[in-house]
Nanobody, 118 residues
Framework: QVQLLESGGGSVQFGGSLRLSCAAS????????VAWHRRAPGKQRELVAA?????????SDSVKGRFTISRDNAKNKNTVYLQMNSLKPEDTAVYYC??????????WGQGTQVTVSS
């Protein structure tokens, strides 16, 4: 089992920045990929960014160039970050951390709200 805990959401104005954190615990050695998804009101869940255990990253077109996913694998720190810059009102959503393990089981955090005002 893997447990994920998100933090860092909040309210910012257009053009502002936030950094989300996803702290993993449990069988973290089994994690192959961590991703950030978001769900805006009335919309389907959207993949925002992902990072593999090898360090490869990918981003949705809507956030490319503005968001950066990274990880801290130092001892006792198993955290993935999502640095969000140049935020827009359309970035408003609940952001969820997702991890997939070696047998492709998926784990989800509880979500953190991001609100961007114009």
């Amino acid at each position: 089992q893997v447990q994920l805990l998100e933090s860092g959401g909040g309210s910012v104005q257009f053009g502002g920045s936030l950094r989300l954190s996803c702290a993993a615990s449990g069988r973290i050695f089994s994690i192959n990929r961590v991703a950030w998804h978001r769900r805006a009101p009335g919309k389907q869940r959207e993949l925002v960014a992902a990072i593999t255990s090898g360090g490869s990253t990918n981003y949705s077109d809507s956030v490319k160039g503005r968001f950066t996913i990274s990880r801290d694998n130092a001892k006792n720190k198993n955290t993935v970050y999502l640095q969000m810059n140049s935020l827009k009102p359309e970035d408003t959503a609940v952001y969820y951390c997702n991890a997939r393990d070696e047998v492709n089981d998926a784990y989800w955090g509880q979500g953190t709200q991001v609100t961007v005002s114009s």
